[in-house]
């Protein structure tokens, strides 16, 4: 069954020209035609988590915005550098903010699949295994490959941050293919994580 399927990008750097930025913005070129790739913007407004924040379970109203724009897509893609062989802490914080209410959570049966770029030669590897081990946390249907692990980033992107490389570019359509087929397996199987019980709707 052919079936438009609608992605939400999660960048991990909130960087002006960022590597991942662009990485996502080609990812969003590249989609094939019932494939559409938005960008979930500037999510810097998102507080230190503290759990004195909430109000009745609930997180600050930022959050609960973007937890509704993740709830709302199919599948979410999230692009990320690695930060000292892990996590960029401010994503971090943001899926710890998203792990609300546990277990029913914006996360939960959602399909994600990963992507990263960064200027060393690991290509975010190491970060990728840190974010998929704290995405077990959320029963989330996490794509295993292909992995899209982008080395040596600054020759491959140009000073405004977009992608040049047609390599990535073709392994970016790769993985596009695999996630939509993925994604929309997930939605055939029943496991559609937008009829779950969530607590913000
Ligand atoms: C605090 C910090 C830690 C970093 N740690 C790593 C690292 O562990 N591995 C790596 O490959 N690059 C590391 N980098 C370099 C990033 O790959 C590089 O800054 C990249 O451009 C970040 O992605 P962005 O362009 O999307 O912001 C680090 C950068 C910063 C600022």
């Known amino acids: 069954m052919t079936r438009n399927v ?5 960048c991990g750097s909130l960087r002006a020209g960022s590597y991942n930025h662009g990485l996502l913005s080609a990812l969003a070129e590249e989609a094939p035609a019932g494939v559409t790739v938005d960008l ?11 759990v004195d924040l909430l109000d009745a379970g609930r997180p600050p109203a930022v959050v609960q915005e973007i937890a509704e724009r993740v709830r ?30 546990p277990p029913r959570s914006c996360l939960r049966f959602k399909p994600v699949g990963l992507v990263g770029a960064s200027i060393g030669t690991g290509g975010t590897a190491r970060g990728q295994t840190a974010l998929r081990n704290s995405l077990l946390f959320f029963d989330t249907m996490l794509m295993g490959r292909p992995e899209v692990l982008v080395a040596s980033s ?3 992107f140009d000073e405004q941050g977009n992608l040049k490389d047609e390599e990535v570019r073709a392994l970016l359509r790769r993985f596009l293919a695999d996630f939509t087929e993925f994604t929309s397996s997930t939605l055939d199987r029943g496991l559609d994580p937008r009829d779950r019980e969530f607590l913000f709707s």
């Open 6 to 10: 609608r992605i939400l990008g999660i």
């Open 40 to 50: 979930l913007g500037d999510w810097s407004g998102a507080p230190n988590l503290n």
């Open 72 to 101: 709302a897509a199919d599948g979410l893609v999230i692009a990320s550098p690695e930060y000292c062989n892990s996590i960029p802490g401010a994503l971090k914080n943001l899926l710890d903010w998203l792990s609300f209410p």
């Open 154 to 156: 600054a020759v491959k």
